[in-house]
């Protein structure tokens, strides 16, 4: 039997992509192997939102190259964002390389793919399925809208069915991924948005959460907030990246709000959703920005205290507009302390919210097991170990939690609960 290998760098929607090309392969009668050595055909499922994943991708292709030689046979493709417009210049760059195919598209060289072959054959219990490809936003530092294209929404309908589906094999809840998923839907017929896509899939039978990401602070709404309020399969927990604390360098960054209409919306957020948590993205050392400013981000931080926090420092893209009109003029030095104190910031308030569930009792989806211990999150998106010999893949369970980290919890398993 003919073997596949997938490599995959990057967010979720890679993540999803990937999972969606291995069924698809497995539908033609491959099937994975865990080596490239092995494989008739390997994907790499490429990312560049920064240099780091950029040099990851080079290096992956460029360890690839004796593995052409000595199996000539062996079938290569990229895909994800790697893949731009000039195919004929990585076509150049990388000979080795058999096919290349944009991020969310198909290998066309073997048939067709069918709907029904795309989809996990054997979804996990937490699965991903996107709702909109693409972003209209042009963040000044982001390469995303270049290599994904301008927004594109599913049906809803197409959605529901296909989250009917994912139940039927298998999956508890689902993660809504998007670029932008507060933009879903304004570019259908009857303009349905998040909220109204997350009171269909709330009544589905048989799936348990629901959740959704990434949000724009200047996009999210309202009705969006209320519908989280309402409906009971949508769990509380939100990704809100607000990437600065300084005012000059979100203008800077083409982000169009301000740190004060962001504060507001984590309020009118916190005032609404009880126990919600909220985790946010940023970025240190931005082109030309002072210690001061960088203060007003650690600034925010500190008041704010997220649940978690994503830090990157800058990293110039080249079609991004960003590298094209500021010279990247912070020191790699400054950036890295940057990045230290947020880090070390971070981590004691985690370690301050995550201890506050010392001796209480959550509610956990098991998504499977990892060093001989099951794993799995709360509905507030927590990471939870537990020892226990019974089958629990794909049960909700609750633990009481024993041990916290800034990272984790532990804990044990209280008697019959499982639902």
Sequence with gaps: MAQYHIWTIGCQMNKAESERLGSYFEQLGYQ???TTEEADVIVLNSCVVRQSAENRVINKLHS????????????????????????????????????????????????????????????????????????DNFCSYCIVPYRRGRERSRPVEEIVCEVKELVHRGAKEVTLLGQNVDSYGHDLPDKPDLPDLLWELNTIDGLARLRFLTNHPKDM???????????????????????????????????????????????????????????????????????????????????????????AVYSPRPEAIAAKKFEDNVPPAEKQRRLNKVEQLQERIATEINAQLSGKTVEVLV?????????????????????????????????????????????????????
């Design 32 to 34: 994975a192997t865990a």
């Design 367 to 419: 998504e499977g097991r990892k060093k001989g211990k099951w794993q799995g999150r709360t509905r507030t998106g927590k990471l939870v170990f537990f020892s226990d010999s019974r089958d629990y893949l794909g049960q909700l369970v609750k633990i009481r939690i024993e041990k916290t980290s800034p990272w984790s919890l532990q804990g044990k398993v209280e008697a019959n609960n499982i639902r």
């Design 64 to 135: 690839l190259k004796s593995l052409k030689r000595s199996r000539p046979g062996v079938t290569i493709a990229v895909t994800g964002c790697l893949v731009n417009s000039e195919v004929n210049q990585l076509r150049k760059n990388f000979p080795h390389v058999d096919y290349f195919f944009k991020a969310g598209d198909y290998p066309q060289w073997l048939g067709k793919a069918e709907p029904g072959q795309i989809l996990p054959q054997r979804p996990s219990p937490s699965t991903f399925v996107p709702i909109i490809q693409g972003c």
């Design 221 to 311: 709404s309202p009705k969006l907030i209320e519908a989280m309020s309402c409906l009971d399969k949508v769990c509380e927990q939100i990704s809100l990246p607000v990437q600065s604390g300084d005012n000059d360098i979100l203008k800077a960054m083409r982000r169009d709000y301000t740190v004060e209409q962001y504060r507001q919306l984590v309020a009118e957020i916190r005032s609404k959703i009880a126990g919600v948590a909220l985790s946010t993205d940023v970025i240190v050392g931005f082109p030309s920005e002072s210690e001061q400013q960088f203060q007003q981000t650690v600034n925010l931080l500190s008041e704010l205290r997220f649940d978690t926090v994503h830090i």
